[in-house]
């Protein structure tokens, strides 16, 4: 299996953009260089495993949600994300994204079954 690292690179880069800091700043906190951070970013670089780990742990993330893409398990790695990102949700934002889940699921599947139509 091949890895996609610009894949893994994008995750990191939105991960990073989400907590606010600039790639100066998680380079400080991982103690890796700014020109490799931006490297590891672009997918431009094969980030290793260690690398990996330090990068995911200072963006309190997991390595797995940042090789979701790459991963056989992705299903768990995407449901786990989406309750990461519900965490903080109160009641009432909790029912109108599940509302919307239920909404886009519908929408993408009657899609997906026009797709799948033999032509006639």
Do not use: W
Not at 8 to 14: A, M, T
Not at 37 to 47: A, D, H, K
Not at 70 to 79: D, L, Q
Request: glycine letters at 2%; proline letters at 2%; aromatic letters at 2%.
């Amino acid at each position: 299996m091949k890895l996609d690292y610009k894949a893994i690179g994008k995750r990191i880069k939105i991960q990073r953009i989400r907590k606010d800091m600039t790639q100066d700043k998680l380079a400080e906190i991982t103690g890796l260089s700014n020109p490799h951070i931006s490297n590891v970013e672009s997918g431009s670089t094969q980030v290793s495993l260690k690398t990996l780990v330090v990068i995911a742990d200072a963006l309190d993330t997991t390595p797995d949600a940042l090789l979701c893409d790459n991963i056989k398990n992705a299903k768990e790695a995407f449901t786990n994300h989406i309750i990461t990102e519900t965490e903080d949700c109160n009641e009432l934002e909790i029912r109108i994204i599940a509302d919307t889940v239920k909404t886009l699921k519908e929408s993408i599947r009657s899609r997906m079954a026009s797709f799948l139509k033999p032509e006639e």
